[in-house]
């Protein structure tokens, strides 16, 4: 049996231990393994892949970003714009089925988020044996609780938020951290709650400056002259516009960019507060990952493996109530999972005194 692997969208913290436990999985039952660069796009004629094995992956775990390499670009994308789905061309799946027919592959482990998720499932329905691995740092697929890359991107803003901490209060600033998350604030929001933030704003709970502003205000009449906000991209002003770096249109999701710095001047204008902007951009899905992200991506890795011995394909690896099992992967993509204002974490956020503007 020979299987392949590729991984497709944005890089994450993580996706080298999937490679680990899918190398080391397969290894074990004989199989040989076959590694497509650059995602989809490896399997066009005559193919872009590297065979893996036990020497190829020793040590890789502890390493950021993929040995595959990634992309969210090309002949294979099926999601455009805010949730539009386009179908892959029939003669680019054809011609990646004859490079799968050529190299003898048997079964395609796919490690995306949802738009390469939707691409996976499509190659699934034209006829190619699908098993998909959810990644994303947003931690934003219904379907799974967690997955890897989500501890990692955490653990950058925590650090983030406790540097930014000792220079808030030395010059008794407000400073606004801005964090990625398109629709869901996960990470905006246990990263905030970890890193201590006072202010936390999200796609999800609509918030209004005044009210931001008021907030400051109030730390200020009870002593606490600095004041942290965690903004996520996404996070909607109060017209229900997003803050974008550049419109892109139809042909993609616009890229999203610039929230931290408009809050910090409307902050700064409401308050008179001396008022600073910092952005982690990329940081998040840079760096090594977490222990959680290593074994977690190693779990995924190795029951994509089972599901292939099993013949279930058409499948996604899912993580709920500490086990790792599976779902059908039209039920995963399109259901993301987002923060809810009633949901225990905002309640216990609210609880110790951290304002959503709202």
């Known amino acids: 049996m020979r299987i392949g692997i590729l991984n497709s969208g944005g890089d994450c913290p993580g996706l080298n231990a999937v490679i680990h436990g899918v190398v080391g999985a397969a290894t074990k039952l004989g199989w040989e393994v076959v590694g497509f660069r650059d995602g989809f796009e490896g399997m066009l004629p005559p193919g872009d892949y590297m065979m893996l094995d ?20 090309g002949h294979f994308v099926a999601k455009i714009g805010e949730g539009n789905v386009s179908e892959v061309p029939r003669e680019i799946v054809e011609k990646a089925k004859t ?20 691409t996976g499932l499509q190659l699934y329905q034209m006829g190619i044996p699908v098993i998909g691995v959810p990644k994303t740092i947003d931690n934003d697929i219904q379907a799974t609780a967690m997955s890897f890359g989500f501890d990692s991107a955490v653990a950058t803003v925590v650090d983030g938020l406790d ?39 999200l796609p999800e709970i609509p918030f209004s400056l005044e009210k931001v502003a008021q907030a400051v205000r109030n730390r200020d009449a009870q002593g606490h002259h600095s004041t942290l906000i ?30 931290g710095e ?10 008179g507060k001396e008022t600073r902007s910092c952005t982690l951009g990329h940081l998040q ?43 059908p992967i039209e039920e995963a993509v399109n259901q993301l999972r987002l923060v809810t204002n009633d949901s225990e974490i905002v309640g216990a956020a609210r609880s110790i005194g951290v304002s959503f503007g709202d």
Do not use: C
């Open 163 to 201: 540097r930014l901490h000792t220079t808030a209060e030395s010059h008794k600033r407000v400073i606004v951290l801005e964090v990625m998350g398109r629709h869901a604030g996960w990470i905006a929001l246990y990263g905030g709650m970890a890193g201590g933030a006072d202010i936390i704003l």
């Open 230 to 259: 965690v903004v996520a991209e996404g996070a909607r002003l109060e017209s229900g516009d997003l803050v974008k770096k550049e419109a892109v249109g139809n042909a993609g999701e616009d890229r999203l960019g610039g929230i």
């Open 262 to 271: 408009y809050v910090a001047k409307q902050v700064e204008k409401l308050t």
């Open 99 to 118: 490079t799968l027919k050529h190299l003898e592959v048997g079964a395609l482990i796919v490690v995306g988020g949802d738009g390469s998720l939707t």
């Open 54 to 73: 036990a020497a190829k992956t020793v040590g890789i775990m502890k390493l950021g970003g993929t040995i595959l390499g990634t992309t969210n670009k």
């Open 285 to 327: 899905r840079g760096g090594a990952p977490t222990s959680l992200d290593r074994i977690l991506g190693v779990r995924f890795g190795v029951h994509a493996v089972k599901l292939i011995k099993d013949g279930k394909f058409g499948r996604m690896v899912s993580y709920q109530q500490y086990h790792v099992g599976d779902v």
